[in-house]
Protein backbone atom coordinates (compact mmCIF):
# COMPACT_ATOMS: atom_id res chain seq x y z
CA UNK A 1 0.00 0.00 0.00
CA UNK A 2 2.52 2.39 0.16
CA UNK A 3 3.64 2.24 -3.04
CA UNK A 4 0.81 3.56 -4.50
CA UNK A 5 0.44 6.15 -1.90
CA UNK A 6 4.26 7.61 -3.29
CA UNK A 7 3.23 7.77 -7.05
CA UNK A 8 0.06 9.29 -6.29
CA UNK A 9 1.77 12.23 -4.01
CA UNK A 10 4.34 12.43 -7.09
CA UNK A 11 1.51 12.98 -9.61
CA UNK A 12 0.30 15.74 -7.05
CA UNK A 13 3.35 17.48 -6.71
CA UNK A 14 3.74 17.18 -11.23
CA UNK A 15 0.23 18.85 -11.55
CA UNK A 16 1.08 21.45 -9.38
CA UNK A 17 4.27 22.69 -11.43
CA UNK A 18 2.53 21.90 -14.80
CA UNK A 19 -0.11 24.63 -13.25
CA UNK A 20 2.51 26.87 -12.56
CA UNK A 21 4.12 27.02 -15.92
CA UNK A 22 1.19 27.08 -17.59
CA UNK A 23 0.19 30.26 -14.76
CA UNK A 24 3.64 31.96 -16.13
CA UNK A 25 3.30 31.41 -19.62
CA UNK A 26 -0.06 33.09 -19.70
CA UNK A 27 1.32 36.53 -17.44
CA UNK A 28 4.40 36.13 -19.95
CA UNK A 29 1.87 36.45 -23.33
CA UNK A 30 -0.38 38.59 -21.39
CA UNK A 31 2.52 41.57 -21.59
CA UNK A 32 3.99 40.84 -24.61
CA UNK A 33 0.75 41.62 -25.83
CA UNK A 34 0.25 44.62 -23.96
CA UNK A 35 3.47 46.00 -25.03
CA UNK A 36 2.75 45.27 -28.64
CA UNK A 37 -0.33 47.63 -28.22
CA UNK A 38 1.94 50.53 -27.47
CA UNK A 39 4.00 52.57 -29.69
CA UNK A 40 7.26 51.05 -30.36
CA UNK A 41 10.42 51.93 -28.25
CA UNK A 42 13.55 53.12 -30.91
CA UNK A 43 15.94 50.53 -29.24
CA UNK A 44 19.08 51.74 -31.85
CA UNK A 45 20.35 55.06 -32.52
CA UNK A 46 21.46 56.67 -35.37
CA UNK A 47 25.70 57.67 -35.35
CA UNK A 48 27.49 59.73 -37.36
CA UNK A 49 30.69 58.50 -38.70
CA UNK A 50 32.88 59.53 -40.99
CA UNK A 51 35.29 58.08 -42.98
CA UNK A 52 38.37 59.76 -41.39
CA UNK A 53 37.45 57.86 -38.08
CA UNK A 54 38.48 54.77 -39.69
CA UNK A 55 41.94 55.54 -41.35
CA UNK A 56 45.19 54.94 -39.97
CA UNK A 57 47.87 57.08 -38.83
CA UNK A 58 50.71 54.18 -38.82
CA UNK A 59 53.34 54.73 -41.20
CA UNK A 60 52.39 51.79 -43.39
CA UNK A 61 55.35 51.51 -46.39
CA UNK A 62 53.29 52.15 -49.97
CA UNK A 63 53.26 49.34 -52.32
CA UNK A 64 54.11 52.15 -55.22
CA UNK A 65 58.18 52.09 -55.94
CA UNK A 66 59.44 55.42 -55.89
CA UNK A 67 60.08 57.39 -58.61
CA UNK A 68 63.34 57.10 -60.75
CA UNK A 69 65.95 59.81 -59.20
CA UNK A 70 67.91 62.07 -61.51
CA UNK A 71 71.09 62.65 -60.38
CA UNK A 72 73.91 65.25 -61.81
CA UNK A 73 76.58 63.02 -61.43
CA UNK A 74 77.53 62.09 -65.05
CA UNK A 75 77.88 58.35 -65.70
CA UNK A 76 80.90 56.77 -66.00
CA UNK A 77 81.80 54.95 -69.57
CA UNK A 78 83.52 52.25 -70.18
CA UNK A 79 85.43 51.57 -73.41
CA UNK A 80 85.42 48.17 -73.75
CA UNK A 81 84.29 45.59 -70.82
CA UNK A 82 85.50 41.98 -71.24
CA UNK A 83 83.58 38.99 -69.88
CA UNK A 84 86.01 35.87 -69.65
CA UNK A 85 84.30 32.71 -68.39
CA UNK A 86 85.90 29.73 -67.64
CA UNK A 87 84.62 26.00 -66.68
CA UNK A 88 85.32 22.37 -67.10
CA UNK A 89 82.32 20.98 -68.96
CA UNK A 90 82.16 22.10 -72.81
CA UNK A 91 78.59 21.58 -73.60
CA UNK A 92 77.34 23.78 -70.57
CA UNK A 93 80.09 26.81 -71.36
CA UNK A 94 78.69 26.48 -75.46
CA UNK A 95 75.24 27.28 -73.71
CA UNK A 96 76.10 29.86 -71.66
CA UNK A 97 77.59 31.33 -74.21
CA UNK A 98 74.88 31.66 -76.38
CA UNK A 99 72.75 32.73 -73.43
CA UNK A 100 75.28 35.71 -73.06
CA UNK A 101 75.46 37.08 -76.04
CA UNK A 102 71.71 36.87 -76.60
CA UNK A 103 70.78 38.82 -73.79
CA UNK A 104 73.68 41.30 -75.39
CA UNK A 105 71.85 41.63 -78.26
CA UNK A 106 68.54 42.24 -77.01
CA UNK A 107 70.22 44.92 -74.66
CA UNK A 108 71.22 46.31 -77.43
CA UNK A 109 75.47 46.20 -76.82
CA UNK A 110 78.15 46.16 -79.32
CA UNK A 111 79.75 42.89 -79.36
CA UNK A 112 83.11 43.76 -80.88
CA UNK A 113 84.95 39.81 -80.26
CA UNK A 114 83.60 36.23 -79.08
CA UNK A 115 86.29 33.65 -78.97
CA UNK A 116 87.21 30.83 -77.56
CA UNK A 117 91.06 30.99 -75.49
CA UNK A 118 93.30 27.91 -75.47
CA UNK A 119 92.35 25.68 -72.89
CA UNK A 120 94.51 25.21 -69.81
CA UNK A 121 95.45 21.46 -68.93
CA UNK A 122 97.04 20.20 -65.91
CA UNK A 123 97.87 16.62 -65.92
CA UNK A 124 98.42 14.82 -62.59
CA UNK A 125 100.27 11.42 -61.87
CA UNK A 126 100.07 9.41 -59.36
CA UNK A 127 100.79 5.87 -58.10
CA UNK A 128 97.54 3.08 -59.30
CA UNK A 129 97.76 1.72 -56.08
CA UNK A 130 99.74 2.70 -52.25
CA UNK A 131 101.09 -0.36 -51.67
CA UNK A 132 103.38 -1.30 -54.51
CA UNK A 133 106.32 0.33 -56.15
CA UNK A 134 106.19 2.75 -59.12
CA UNK A 135 105.48 0.20 -61.92
CA UNK A 136 102.29 0.87 -62.03
CA UNK A 137 100.59 4.27 -62.49
CA UNK A 138 97.81 6.28 -63.05
CA UNK A 139 97.36 9.86 -64.92
CA UNK A 140 94.37 12.22 -64.23
CA UNK A 141 93.94 15.47 -66.62
CA UNK A 142 92.20 18.58 -65.48
CA UNK A 143 90.67 20.51 -68.85
CA UNK A 144 89.69 24.18 -68.22
CA UNK A 145 87.84 25.89 -71.09
CA UNK A 146 87.44 29.85 -71.83
CA UNK A 147 85.11 31.61 -73.58
CA UNK A 148 86.10 35.66 -74.01
CA UNK A 149 83.12 38.32 -74.85
CA UNK A 150 84.03 41.38 -75.38
CA UNK A 151 82.13 44.52 -75.15
CA UNK A 152 82.62 48.18 -76.65
CA UNK A 153 81.37 51.37 -75.79
CA UNK A 154 78.88 50.90 -72.81
CA UNK A 155 77.97 53.28 -69.93
CA UNK A 156 78.03 52.03 -66.35
CA UNK A 157 74.45 51.43 -65.31
CA UNK A 158 74.23 49.58 -68.21
CA UNK A 159 77.13 47.74 -67.21
CA UNK A 160 76.16 46.94 -63.66
CA UNK A 161 72.54 45.58 -65.07
CA UNK A 162 73.95 43.49 -68.18
CA UNK A 163 76.67 41.84 -65.32
CA UNK A 164 73.98 41.66 -62.47
CA UNK A 165 71.37 39.37 -65.26
CA UNK A 166 74.44 37.22 -66.63
CA UNK A 167 76.38 36.33 -62.81
CA UNK A 168 72.88 35.43 -61.43
CA UNK A 169 72.30 32.65 -64.04
CA UNK A 170 75.79 31.65 -64.06
CA UNK A 171 76.24 27.53 -63.79
CA UNK A 172 77.36 25.92 -61.09
CA UNK A 173 80.95 25.28 -61.64
CA UNK A 174 81.66 27.89 -63.62
CA UNK A 175 83.57 30.89 -62.94
CA UNK A 176 83.70 34.88 -64.33
CA UNK A 177 85.81 37.94 -64.55
CA UNK A 178 85.50 40.73 -65.64
CA UNK A 179 88.08 43.74 -66.94
CA UNK A 180 86.61 47.04 -67.30
CA UNK A 181 88.48 49.51 -69.22
CA UNK A 182 87.55 53.07 -68.40
CA UNK A 183 87.55 55.93 -69.70
CA UNK A 184 88.98 58.89 -68.10
CA UNK A 185 89.60 62.94 -68.44
CA UNK A 186 93.32 63.87 -68.96
CA UNK A 187 94.42 65.79 -65.92
CA UNK A 188 95.05 69.62 -66.43
CA UNK A 189 98.62 69.12 -65.17
CA UNK A 190 99.01 66.64 -67.73
CA UNK A 191 97.13 68.57 -70.73
CA UNK A 192 100.23 71.49 -71.03
CA UNK A 193 103.40 69.22 -71.61
CA UNK A 194 105.78 70.12 -69.40
CA UNK A 195 108.58 71.70 -71.84
CA UNK A 196 105.69 74.52 -72.60
CA UNK A 197 106.10 75.36 -69.01
CA UNK A 198 109.61 75.54 -69.14
CA UNK A 199 109.22 77.84 -72.07
CA UNK A 200 106.74 80.63 -71.16
CA UNK A 201 108.66 80.62 -67.37
CA UNK A 202 111.71 81.49 -69.58
CA UNK A 203 110.20 84.15 -71.35
CA UNK A 204 108.87 85.72 -68.60
CA UNK A 205 111.80 86.55 -66.41
Known amino acids: ???????????????????????????????????????????????????????????????????????????????????????????????YEFFVTLAAKELGLTLTKVFEPPNAVERLTLLKSVHIFKKHRVQYEMRTHYRSIEIAQITGSTADVYLEYIQRNLPEGMAMEVTKTAIEKVPDHIQTPVWDKESQQEASQ
Do not use: W, Y
Open 1 to 95: MAAPVRMIFKAGLASKTVSRLSLKCQAAVQRCVCSTDQSPTVLRTHINVSPAAFVSTANVPSSHSPPVTVTDEPDLLFQKLVVLVKGHDKAVLDS
